[in-house]
């Protein structure tokens, strides 16, 4: 059975179903973000994958709710829903909770809290299965399970940002401020349904925080960058790119402190790199192939090869430890410099002897990429 709106209960349907698209189309958008760049790899980029999860789970919870108090009467049909509606908003945050459990954020807070919330929100899922949607005691587990994780995402959230920099800071930050907005939103969804004041004011509110928290969003994730793993920069050493041809430095940045003590280095490190794939090339009988990492007493090379035939050009990344970050910035190099330098790169045996002159403004490209 059916119930008839009147006027007020008209607008607030609008607004739910403008919320709805909204939030659907955000649900859709981290997906698709994750899509195009989930080759690269980056562990971090699971944050848009679980947030279109979350975004989900999330909307629909508000919409079916919303749903099930302007139109449905069938007390029996009533229930039903709004167990679907908790099952579903309780699922949302443990979708959240899955991004913090990633082991790369066990460097900033203790991940273990949030594998052991996963699990202890399976309790209130159980009390709302078993018992009626309009009992006290589901209204409490549900507020206090879900206060729980909001304090922990919070936490989260302040250290998270505190390790970040640059546009991926500013990113997550709206991202984080519209997801507590549409978390606290849920409080009251459930205010409304326990009924404890009066629903115009509960309804304003609600729909005001979760209108302002899409927005928000959806204002994060567009052009959402790269999320490469927490302090990478500092796994950073030298960047070499190299004319293997003529055994030349194209270009060099040094991201440590420590300087070569030889004035060759650069002309030796490019004449080595070429004569190691020279050797892979023979030992494996399949000229071509080239290495992409090669391992050093206290350091790793990664190695790009550049896409412009018939040039030769290495990019050689210096690192302590192999991350799939660095390497993700290393590409990114490599198509970043190809671009930036497309004519000089076509007749750049022209311009032996004048490559510091010549790509030396690379230099703002780089810290760009690093800020």
């Not at 509110?205 to 302002?212: C, E, F, Q, T």
Request: charged share 20%.
């Amino acid at each position: 059975m059916l119930l008839q709106l009147n006027t007020i209960q008209e607008i607030e349907l609008l607004f739910y179903l403008t919320a709805t698209i909204l939030g659907i189309q955000l649900a859709i958008f981290f997906f698709y973000r994750y899509y195009k760049i989930r080759d690269e790899r980056l562990p971090l980029n699971m944050i848009l994958l679980l947030f279109g999860v979350f975004y989900l789970f999330f909307i629909f919870s508000d919409f079916i709710l919303a749903i099930n108090r302007l139109f449905i009467l069938d007390p029996i049909l009533t229930e039903i829903i709004y167990k679907f509606g908790y099952v579903s908003m309780l699922l949302s945050t443990i979708s959240l909770l899955f991004f913090i459990s990633i082991k790369e954020f066990s460097k900033i807070i203790n991940t273990k809290i949030a594998k052991c919330l996963i699990i202890i929100n399976v309790i209130p899922i159980i009390v709302v299965i078993l018992l009626p949607s309009s009992e006290l005691f589901t209204f409490l587990i549900v507020t206090i399970i879900i206060s729980a994780i909001l304090i922990y995402f919070l936490i989260f959230q302040i250290k998270l940002i505190k390790t970040s920099k640059g546009i991926i800071k500013n990113r997550l930050l709206l991202i984080f401020i519209g997801t507590d907005l549409n978390i606290i939103s849920l409080f009251f969804v459930l205010e409304i349904i326990a009924e404890f004041y009066p629903l115009n004011i509960l309804i304003f509110m609600g729909i005001s925080l979760l209108m302002a928290g899409l927005i928000i969003v959806l204002l994060g994730v567009n052009s959402f960058p790269a999320f490469y793993e927490l302090k990478w920069k500092e796994n950073l050493l030298r960047l070499l790119i190299i004319d293997q041809k003529n055994h030349a430095s194209l270009y060099s940045y040094d991201f440590s402190e420590l300087k070569s003590k030889h004035e060759d280095y650069k002309r030796l490190f490019s004449g080595g790199i070429t004569g190691i794939d020279s050797i892979l090339s023979a030992i494996t009988k399949t000229e071509g192939e080239k290495m992409n990492k090669i391992k050093q007493a206290d350091s790793l090379i990664l190695l790009e090869y550049g896409t412009r035939v018939p040039l030769q050009i290495a990019y050689a990344l210096i690192v302590k430890e192999d991350l799939d970050s660095n390497r993700f910035f290393l590409k990114t190099i490599k198509n970043q410099f190809e671009a930036f330098y497309k004519e000089i790169l076509s007749e750049v045996d022209s311009f032996i002897g004048s490559e510091e002159q010549l790509f030396g403004s690379f230099d703002l490209i780089i810290k760009g990429l690093l800020y």
